[in-house]
């Protein structure tokens, strides 16, 4: 049983950053363009060379010697064309003529134009008889865009917001349907197959997958086969070579009637190992059958087979009463095995809701930390261990893969004396 991939938060998903960023994208350039109007000068603002400005000035304004009525008409006729307000002083400081706020005479220091700061800032322009001309812009409010030009900015952004939505979640959803198959693929389903839409890189990806996906299925399909047909076939010579053996008479002096019996034995569980692994891999697509079971007596049954003492609550659980049965079976001989003749306890409760826990362990020799993880590949045995002790290194595998396949699990559990075998499964 494979659990799905938690879905990515919406911040994570691709299309919602693609389209995001072509929005904020639209967004920095209105945001450009209106600043840009806004810092558009203004034709009647006083310029910035101030020099110039005070040339004209002098040539416009009467002499130093006119009266201050006459001065004062001059920057009355200023005042609606400069849209600003002006005061024309003496070298001294004092005032000869304005119009507008009051302004205040430059400061004794200063000797040359310049901006004597302020909000607008205010101007002082030396004309060449030494009078000072000083003038501040009157506050407008700034050049806004026009409102249909705004308006306009909104429906384009709007349109391009609209028409590219589709587009960027076309392509990001081909994408993540790459994704979902290849998760599908890599929990085992090999007959996965993504659609191939359009011409562009995602649609040669989608293709490479395909073909890649078809040479793994079929690789891993002819291995199957392969690996199941011969297992099948073995059983025929087998039954023969144990069929002739049973009518040898058997000889207490050589025992050679008593090996061969073995080897048939081990022969043969090797192959009804290999053939449930087969199956097993198989049946990875399948669902697994799920049949209401007491596992209680599942469990009682196969240890009065080894003696082995039960200490268990009453438990239900759903699932392949087969696989459940060969699982427990494979631990107790595991047991028994290599248990050195030491009592076998099982334990079998409840630990929480929706929970199963069965232990099984022995006072045998024990497995090194080392190896606890070890044990559970396929054809692996420990260092040390003899061919006639029996195992074919396939049945501890097999308890992991009927375990994992009901939603469980199993781990050798740290032992002082001998090895203790834990299963998880789900209630």
């Known amino acids: 049983m494979f659990k799905s991939l938690p879905l990515p938060r919406w911040s994570q998903r691709l299309y919602i950053r693609i389209y995001l960023a072509?929005?904020?994208?639209?967004?920095?350039?209105?945001?450009?363009?209106?600043?840009?109007?806004?810092?558009?000068?203004?034709?009647?603002?006083?310029?910035?060379?101030?020099?110039?400005?005070?040339?004209?000035?002098?040539?416009?304004?009467?002499?130093a010697t006119a009266s201050r009525e006459a001065q004062q008409a001059a920057l009355q006729s200023w005042h609606p064309r400069m849209h600003a307000d002006l005061a024309l002083y003496t070298p001294n400081g004092e005032k000869i003529a304005a119009i507008g706020r009051p302004l205040p005479p430059p400061d004794p220091a200063q000797t040359s134009n310049g901006w004597l700061g302020g909000r607008p800032p205010v101007f002082a322009l030396k004309l060449p008889d030494g009078r000072w001309l000083v003038g501040q812009r009157i506050h407008r409010p700034r050049h806004r865009p026009p409102i249909s030009l705004l308006a306009a900015l909104v429906i384009i952004a709007l349109a391009v917001g609209i028409g590219a939505y589709p587009i960027?979640?076309?392509?990001?959803?081909?994408?993540?349907?790459?994704?979902?198959?290849?998760?599908?693929?890599?929990?085992?389903?090999?007959?996965?197959?993504?659609?191939?839409?359009?011409?562009?890189?995602?649609?040669?990806?989608?293709?490479?997958?395909?073909?890649?996906?078809?040479?793994?299925?079929?690789?891993?399909?002819?291995?199957?086969?392969?690996?199941?047909?011969?297992?099948?076939?073995?059983?025929?010579?087998?039954?023969?070579?144990?069929?002739?053996?049973?009518?040898?008479?058997?000889?207490?002096?050589?025992?050679?009637?008593?090996?061969?019996?073995?080897?048939?034995?081990?022969?043969?569980?090797?192959?009804?190992?290999?053939?449930?692994?087969s199956r097993l891999d198989a049946a990875t697509d399948a669902a697994p059958i799920a049949e209401a079971i007491d596992f209680t007596a599942l469990v009682a049954e196969e240890c009065a087979r080894v003696e082995a003492q039960l200490a268990a609550h009453a438990i239900n659980l759903h699932g392949d009463p087969k696989l459940l049965r060969r699982m427990v079976r494979n631990l107790l001989e595991n047991?028994?095995?290599?248990?050195?003749?030491?009592?076998?306890?099982?334990?079998?409760?409840?630990?929480?809701?929706?929970?199963?826990?069965?232990?099984?362990?022995?006072?045998?020799?024990?497995?090194?930390?080392?190896?606890?993880?070890?044990?559970?590949?396929?054809?692996?045995?420990?260092?040390?261990?003899?061919?006639?002790?029996?195992?074919?290194?396939?049945?501890?595998?097999?308890?992991?893969?009927?375990?994992?396949?009901?939603?469980?699990?199993?781990?050798?559990?740290?032992?002082?004396?001998?090895?203790?075998?834990?299963?998880?499964?789900?209630?």
Request: glycine share 8%; charged share 25%; with cysteine.
């Open 22 to 63: 072509l929005l904020v994208s639209l967004a920095v350039i209105a945001i450009l363009f209106v600043a840009a109007w806004r810092m558009d000068p203004d034709p009647a603002q006083v310029g910035q060379h101030l020099e110039t400005f005070a040339e004209f000035a002098a040539e416009s304004l009467p002499p």
């Open 335 to 427: 047991a028994k095995r290599h248990g050195g003749g030491t009592p076998i306890d099982v334990a079998l409760n409840a630990p929480s809701a929706g929970s199963v826990q069965l232990d099984i362990c022995d006072g045998g020799s024990g497995i090194p930390p080392q190896e606890r993880e070890n044990i559970f590949a396929p054809f692996y045995r420990l260092p040390g261990a003899r061919e006639r002790d029996g195992s074919v290194g396939l049945g501890l595998s097999l308890v992991r893969q009927i375990a994992r396949r009901h939603g469980g699990d199993v781990v050798c559990l740290q032992r002082e004396r001998g090895s203790c075998f834990r299963v998880t499964l789900p209630a």
């Open 168 to 277: 960027v979640r076309r392509l990001t959803r081909r994408l993540e349907r790459l994704q979902t198959s290849v998760d599908a693929l890599g929990a085992g389903q090999l007959s996965t197959r993504v659609a191939v839409e359009g011409n562009d890189e995602v649609a040669r990806l989608a293709e490479s997958f395909n073909r890649s996906a078809a040479r793994i299925e079929t690789l891993v399909t002819a291995q199957k086969n392969l690996l199941a047909n011969a297992s099948h076939e073995l059983r025929s010579p087998l039954a023969r070579i144990r069929m002739a053996v049973e009518l040898i008479p058997s000889s207490p002096q050589s025992g050679m009637h008593d090996e061969l019996t073995r080897n048939i034995a081990e022969l043969d569980q090797l192959i009804d190992e290999i053939l449930l692994a």
